[in-house]
């Protein structure tokens, strides 16, 4: 698991370098009416530059076990990994088409159903309650447009 963690730690450093520099791009001071665009990127990939560091020192200092290093993922947790990994894949493929919002929807239900085996009630209630509150938080508090996708566009604006 040794080497897993440190290719880990590596990735995730990249990563939060990545979002370092683009957060970069922004304003990051504190302006009139508040903290500038990049204020929160800038410091959250910090934490997670932080973490990858962290976790890269915990990774070269614990001693390799001996024999056979164990597996980064074990044969049977792959499963619910794709079972996760796989719509959301789907979801994301579909997005021009379906938006953020049903996207959402639709993927939740279909995890609330066939992973959380949760009552069809529960289900139809947090698939379309949480999206729809996501949607006033962004498009009408916010102000922030979200993609709607073509579907929803066509429903919302008949276009």
């Given at each position: ?9 590596l ?9 370092v ?16 665009a ?42 619910p ?44 209630l ?10 006033f ?23």
């Amino acid at each position: 698991m040794r080497r897993a963690d440190t290719v880990f730690a590596l990735l995730l450093l990249a990563g939060a370098g990545i979002m370092v520099r683009e957060a970069l791009r922004l304003p990051i001071a504190w302006t009139a009416i508040g903290p500038g665009a990049g204020f929160f990127p800038f410091w959250l990939s910090l934490v997670v530059a932080l973490q990858g560091v962290i976790v890269l020192v915990r990774s070269l200092r614990v001693p390799a076990p001996p024999g056979r290093e164990a597996a980064f993922v074990e044969r049977e947790a792959w499963k619910p990994l794709l079972i996760a990994f796989l719509p959301m894949v789907a979801v994301i493929a579909a997005m021009n088409y379906l938006g953020i919002y049903i996207g959402g929807a639709l993927y939740l239900a279909g995890y609330m159903i066939f992973v959380g085996r949760h009552h069809w009630t529960t289900v139809i209630l947090v698939s379309v309650l949480l999206p729809l509150a996501l949607f006033f938080l962004f498009e009408r508090w916010f102000l922030l447009p979200m993609p709607k996708g073509l579907i929803l566009e066509y429903l919302l604006f008949g276009r």
